[in-house]
């Protein structure tokens, strides 16, 4: 079994910084999938940020390219999110998923599903301000 805690959501005004972190915690598996997804009210959840830990492969959502940065640290196994630059429309709740031991690759075309997801933390909430 596979537990998902996030933290680092919170207000800020458009055009501030935020940092959010999710722990995860265990069985040990050599490798994840791990995906930062939101979510606002009445809309489905959507795939902002990924990252394999096996190779270090890295996905972005066009809406969030040059301002997130999505990062794991393997020695804790704490999968990041910085996000720079924050925009109205950035205010949602912020879920982190892990599919262990999945070599996921993502592009233009392919984008992250919740529904391939078995494991997920509770959410933090992020509102930005203009």
């Known amino acids: 079994q596979v537990q998902l805690v996030e933290s680092g959501g919170g207000s800020v005004q458009a055009g501030g910084s935020l940092r959010l972190s999710c722990a995860i915690s265990?069985?040990?598996?050599?490798?994840?999938?791990l995906t930062w997804f939101r979510q606002t009210p009445g809309k489905e959840r959507e795939g902002v940020a990924n990252?394999?830990?096996?190779?270090?492969?890295?996905w972005y959502a066009d809406s969030v390219k040059g301002r997130f940065t999505i990062s794991h640290a393997n020695a804790k196994n704490v999968l990041s999110l910085q996000m720079n630059n924050l925009k109205p429309e950035d205010s949602a709740m912020y879920y982190c998923?892990?599919?262990?031991?999945?070599?996921?690759?993502?592009?233009?075309?392919?984008?992250?599903?919740?529904?391939?997801?078995?494991?997920w933390g509770q959410g933090t909430q992020v509102a930005v301000s203009s």
């Open positions: 998923a892990a599919y262990p031991n999945w070599v996921c690759h993502y592009s233009d075309t392919q984008y992250p599903v919740p529904d391939d997801y078995r494991y």
């Open positions: 265990g069985a040990p598996f050599s490798s994840y999938c």
């Open positions: 990252i394999y830990t096996g190779g270090g492969n890295t």
